[in-house]
Every structure is written in C-alpha cells, then in structure tokens.
C-alpha cells in the first residue's frame, strides 16, 4: 500500500443483535467472532487494533486472546459514536490521522480491504472519508433494500472514485454497472470529530443509513473498487457459513 498515512483501527461490538443476540462471542473455528475480527484487523497490518466494547464480556473475551479493549458506553445509537468515545480514551490527543471502523461480524474479512479502504483517502483532493464498493454481479441483489447501492463513476482503469449518492434502491439509473456498499470506513480523524458532532440528517432518516449524514454537510467520500463483497454475520445461516469457511 502506497499510501501509508499514521491509522489506527477501532471494531465496535456490542451483544444486543435482533436477529443474532449475542454474536460477538459466538464460536467460530474455537475463537470467539469478535476476537475472528481483531485477528482480520491484525493481520491487514495497518496500525495498532482496538475493540470498543459495549459490554465487559466482549472486552474479557479480547484481554484474553491477548488483544486491547476499551469499554464504552452500552446504548450508543452507531458504531461511529461507539469508536469516537473509545478512541478519546486510547488517543486523546489525536495522535492518529486516519481512524478504521470496522464492523465486529465480518471474521471472515480479507485483510487488504482495511488497506483499499485507506487508499480511498489517497486523492489529491481532500477527502474526508474512504469506503469501499463492490460490482453487483447478482441480479437480485439490485431491488434488495438491504444492500445499500453507491452513486459513483470510476474513470478507466481507476480503482478509486467518488460516492455521491448512497440509496436502498438501485442508483444511477441507465445502462451501467451497479456498486453494492461495503460498510467499512477510514476517517480522516478530523472528519470524525465533526461527523459525530452532526445532527442526523433528512436523507439518512429517510433511506436510514448514516453514511448519509456525511454528503448532506458537505463532506467527501471516495470509494475504493474491490472484486468481492466480505461476508456480514447477521443470521444462524451467515454463522454457519462463516464457521465452514475458517475450518477450511
């Protein structure tokens, strides 16, 4: 990776899960998930890795495995609040330019994403905030609300271009490729201090999705182009699938 900016990563984790109560620590090729995730987050080699805990079992479940926990306060209404109150604890004094957040159910992530998702931050142009996006290669995935669609255009032979719009439908409309949303973020830690400052916006209640909030108060976000799209823990099913792929 190229750009190589001074980056922390933070993973948000919490037991309360509607559909998979409990899923941090749910077993996963002897590991606890959450610590699956902390190893992923290690293994991309990005800088120092902490988990935000909302609870003292995910903390005692990361301490033993040898890694570092922070708790936090358990009712945060995102994971954006949830890394910012973990990280004034760890880097009060903003020692770090660049903040990952990285979600807690992804163990079986492939650890260059956390490297794509920096790149984004790369642009001669100041870019507040770097995500990822991946081609929609499955037809039914283009009216499913639950994969979030990007509004962004890549130049020829560029892995990096601009998010514009962020929708539960499928966005832009015409002949083109569609982007399915990867919810991983790297934040310049300036952005991060103002984002979480934001009130919600009209767009991100209406669509409910957060990302939202960022482009309604003028803030950049670049994507990086990635080929695949890492495998979320939400359901008994996405469990089982995640179990099968790390005995391998």
Known sequence: ???????????????????????????????PMIVQVWRRALEADVGPVVVACGEQEIADAITGAGGRAVMTFPDHPSGSDR???ALQAVDGEGS???VVNLQGDLPT????????????????????????VAPINNPAERDDPNV?????????GSTVGRALYFSRSPVPWGDG?????????????????????????????????EQLRALENGMRIDASLVDTVPLGVDT????????????R
């Open 1 to 31: 990776m190229s750009y190589l900016p001074n980056a922390i990563v933070v993973i948000p984790a919490r037991m309360a899960s509607t559909r998979l109560p409990g899923k941090p620590l749910a077993d996963i090729a002897g590991a």
């Open 83 to 85: 890394i910012f109150e």
């Open 96 to 98: 770090f330019e660049v």
């Open 109 to 132: 992530l492939d650890p260059t994403l956390l490297q794509a998702a920096i790149r984004a931050l790369a642009s001669p142009a100041v870019v507040d905030i770097g995500t990822l």
């Open 148 to 156: 979030v669609k990007v509004a962004a255009g890549f130049a020829a």
């Open 177 to 209: 490729p569609l982007y399915h949303h990867i919810g991983l973020y790297a934040y310049r830690r300036a952005a991060l201090n103002r984002f979480v400052q934001l009130p919600p916006g009209l767009l991100e209640r209406r669509e409910r999705l």
């Open 236 to 247: 008994q099913a996405e469990l089982d699938r995640a179990r099968a792929i790390l005995r």
